[in-house]
């Protein structure tokens, strides 16, 4: 059997802001792409304590120029808003899978 091999691609956060559309809150991300392609679907590793990683999926994606998108992750709530604005990602590289 051969062996699937997973595709990672590499984020450079720019800027961290919330948005509401249609009545949804989402966290978003303004990247630029430096290495491979991201996706809807896409699972976005963010660091969370102590070297340890957590994954969450990207709901939406807006191109927004050459090698730039913002990505959207819905949340659920306020908390959920304050706990990822609070991972302070402004300026941190990301791997997408």
Same mark, same amino acid.
């Given at each position: 059997m051969k062996e699937q091999l997973k595709m990672y691609s590499e984020i450079q956060v720019?800027?961290?802001f919330t948005k509401s559309v *249609? $009545?949804?809150i989402f966290f978003v991300l303004?990247?630029?792409i430096v290495a491979g392609e991201v996706?809807?679907?896409s699972n976005m590793s963010l660091p969370f304590s102590a070297g340890l990683d957590m994954t969450?999926?990207? *709901? $939406?994606i807006d191109v927004?120029?050459?090698?730039r998108?913002?990505?959207k992750v819905h949340c659920n709530d306020q908390e959920?808003?304050?706990f990822l604005l609070g991972l302070n990602l402004n300026g941190e590289a990301l791997v997408v899978e």
């Open positions: 720019e800027n961290i *249609d $009545e949804k303004a990247c630029r996706t809807v679907g969450i999926p990207i *709901d $939406e927004t120029g050459d090698q998108i913002e990505i959920e808003i304050e």
